[in-house]
């Protein structure tokens, strides 16, 4: 049973940091591009970005670049979400999900959230000034 965890939320004020982290246990195939989104209420889930198998292609969303971060280590090891210089706005459940890299699909890197195999329960993100 494919397990998908994020840890890292927490409170911050308004210009500070966070980095969130995504962990995959108990999948049946060795790759799996990774994916961001967030939701605060009554707001639609929103994509932040997505990084590749290999972690040498993250595409984001433009109204979060330059302020967050994709990276991982490894194919099966954790992704990381780094948040820089945060704003009120970016308060938000932030949550990870998988996409199965299978063979012929090297290049999934969903941009919506129904294209994604699993989630995370999502961890919240307060930001107050």
């Known amino acids: 049973q494919v397990k998908v965890v994020e840890s890292g939320g927490g409170s911050v004020q308004v210009g500070g940091s966070l980095r969130l982290s995504c962990v995959v246990s108990g999948s049946t195939f060795s790759r799996h591009s990774m994916g961001w989104f967030r939701q605060s209420p009554g707001k639609v889930r929103e994509f932040l970005g997505v990084?590749?198998?290999?972690?040498?292609?993250?595409v984001y969303a433009d109204h979060v670049k330059g302020r967050l971060t994709i990276s991982r280590d490894g194919a099966k090891g954790p992704v990381y979400l780094q948040m820089n210089t945060l704003k009120a706005e970016d308060t938000a459940v932030y949550s990870c999900?998988?996409?199965?890299?299978?063979?012929?699909?090297?290049?999934?890197?969903?941009?919506?959230?129904?294209?994604?195999?699993?989630w995370g329960h999502g961890t919240q993100v307060t930001v107050s000034s």
């Open positions: 999900a998988v996409a199965a890299i299978l063979d012929g699909t090297e290049y999934r890197m969903p941009k919506v959230y129904y294209e994604y195999d699993y």
């Open positions: 990084i590749n198998w290999s972690g040498d292609n993250v």
